[in-house]
């Protein structure tokens, strides 16, 4: 499967963050979208960065609480991974553990226009070994 049929399942709706936001506001950003990390983007379509509850934890852990006033630029990842519709979800699979990453904006010409999680990524191979269980299963119990 690739990265386009993800997309058509869950949609292409990104939370982003104005990088002028504080890391306070991308913590309530994060619970109030219940997602893991946010798209920093001053326009809904350039991509500055990711900030994570990774980032914002180990930020926490290094520096203490004052971090809650930076900016989420201060805090965020500047090196982002990115992919295309096109690309495969075994390709995108490997990035992220090799990468250690657990979410991936997706690109279309220049432009933001979606996310995949380790989410998404897991439950497409769930899906994809009950299919063939089922298959199997059927093979046994028809003898074809």
């Known amino acids: 499967m690739r990265v386009s ?9 990104v ?17 109030l979208h219940g997602v893991g990390a946010l798209v920093v983007s001053s326009d809904g379509v350039t991509i500055l960065g990711v900030i994570s509850e990774r980032d914002l934890v180990r930020a926490l852990a290094e520096r203490g ?3 809650l006033h930076e900016s989420v630029t201060e805090l965020m ?14 390709v995108i699979m490997r990035r992220m553990t090799n ?3 657990r979410h ?6 220049g432009s933001l226009s979606g996310i995949v999680s380790i989410g ?10 009950e299919d063939e269980t089922r298959q ?6 028809t003898g074809r």
Not at 120 to 129: A, P
Request: aromatic share 2%.
């Open 5 to 13: 049929g993800v997309l058509a399942a869950k949609g292409t709706t």
């Open 15 to 31: 939370a982003t963050i104005s990088p002028l936001a504080t890391a306070a506001e991308a913590a309530d950003k994060l619970r």
């Open 65 to 67: 609480g004052h971090i």
């Open 77 to 90: 990842t500047s090196d982002v991974v990115t992919c295309s519709p096109e690309d495969s979800l075994e």
């Open 99 to 101: 990468r250690r990453i």
């Open 104 to 109: 991936v904006p997706v690109i279309v010409h």
């Open 120 to 129: 998404d990524i897991v439950k497409w191979r769930l899906t994809e070994l």
């Open 136 to 141: 199997l299963q059927a093979y046994i119990s």
